[in-house]
């Protein structure tokens, strides 16, 4: 039987550093104290980890360019994404080669083989559902500095850029309940990936509060307005009781939102109907009728702290920071009235 190969992530696990730390001091980069110094170096000696000095020195010479790996280009979520990650990067001086997964594992396989080829300095990535530890191995014996960006791998500790989805579902649900809403469907998306564990966590935080009153049916499904507008419609057809719905993004929200309007339940505050939040701030949901009240993510600021951080990261040789904003409820009209708002008035672009 072969022996294991002895990775940097063995190194690092046992003299108790990052991955980062351990591959910057083999490398002869960053900076750490002398005692964490001498202890990752013993590490090696003891596993008998080997570096492999000439791999290291081609990643080691700049090519000015960042992979971007993410799962479907034509969501506005991305487009946005793409934006404030192109601005950040070009500022900084590097070029952006972009390839989407459709959220396929092969494809993303794929996608990472030929990044590497082309020996970009770091990349972004958003992982495709499924992804396990598998990706963050492949990762860890490429060496470049990476993170992820509005998605994660739940059960594994990896640099992040995202929106801390669960305060705002959360926030969503506290709305909707402050309106009297008592059952609530949270619609779309896949169980699988961590958007929707955090988004689907909140949820349930915020009705733990109302424990003997507040239920949740939750609806997976395809991440689209045609989706929303079907499930949507299966909850009636099926006589499931809502009287508040969240949609995991705001396509489905604006899908779900026309079946209410085809099925005679969408007067926000008139007996009956169904008061509605999105999940993402697009455009299209201010123009809405009713204009959709939704959890603004700014998808491009997302894009810049990414850059940001990954940047820093390549130039300094330091660990990639991970950040989490928060997202911001845009109130407007399709939970009806409330107590605290104004009248809502679309603003017209200049």
Not at 122 to 138: E, H, M
Not at 153 to 179: C, K, R, S, T
Not at 204 to 210: F, G, K, M, P, V
Request: aromatic content about 6%.
């Amino acid at each position: 039987m072969s022996k294991k190969r002895v990775t940097l992530r063995d190194v690092a696990e046992r003299a108790g550093v990052s991955r980062t730390t351990a591959s910057n001091l083999v490398r002869g980069t960053g900076r750490a104290s002398q005692e964490t110094r001498d202890r990752v170096f013993a590490v090696m000696e003891e596993l008998g980890y080997v570096y492999n000095r000439a791999a290291g020195s081609l990643r080691g010479s700049s090519s000015r360019t960042v992979g971007v790996v993410i799962t479907n280009i034509h969501r506005a979520h991305f487009g946005e994404l793409l934006v404030g990650l192109e601005q950040a990067f070009t500022e900084a001086g590097y070029t952006l080669f972009v390839v989407s997964t459709m959220d396929q594992l092969p494809r993303q396989e794929r996608a990472l083989g030929t990044l590497r080829e082309h020996n970009v300095d770091g990349l972004v990535i958003v992982p495709a559902t499924g992804s396990d530890q598998s990706l963050i191995d492949t990762l860890e014996d490429w060496g470049v500095p990476n993170l992820f960006v509005s998605r994660w791998i739940p059960g594994i500790d990896h640099p992040y850029v995202g929106i801390d989805n669960e305060h705002g579902a959360y926030v969503a649900a506290q709305h909707l309940l402050e309106h009297g809403c008592r059952d609530i469907a949270y619609v779309g998306s896949n169980p699988g990936i961590s958007i929707h564990l955090e988004r689907v966590t909140g949820v349930r935080r915020a009705l733990q509060e109302w424990p003997d009153e507040a239920r949740l049916t939750v609806v997976e499904g395809e991440t689209t307005s045609a989706g929303g507008y079907r499930m949507t419609a299966g909850l009636v057809r099926d006589k499931i009781t809502f009287d508040g719905l969240i949609g995991h993004g705001d396509l489905v929200a604006l899908g779900a939102a026309r079946a209410l309007r085809d099925l005679g339940l969408s007067a926000p505050g008139e007996p009956g109907s169904v008061r509605v939040i999105g999940y993402d701030g697009v455009d299209a949901s201010a123009y809405w009728q009713p204009a959709l009240t939704t959890l603004a993510v700014n998808a491009d600021e997302l894009g810049q702290l990414a850059a940001e951080s990954l940047v820093t990261a390549i130039e300094a040789g330091a660990e990639v920071e991970s950040r989490r904003p928060q997202p911001s409820l845009m109130v407007r009209e399709s939970c009806g009235p409330h107590p605290s708002a104004q009248p809502y008035r679309v603003t017209l672009p200049d």
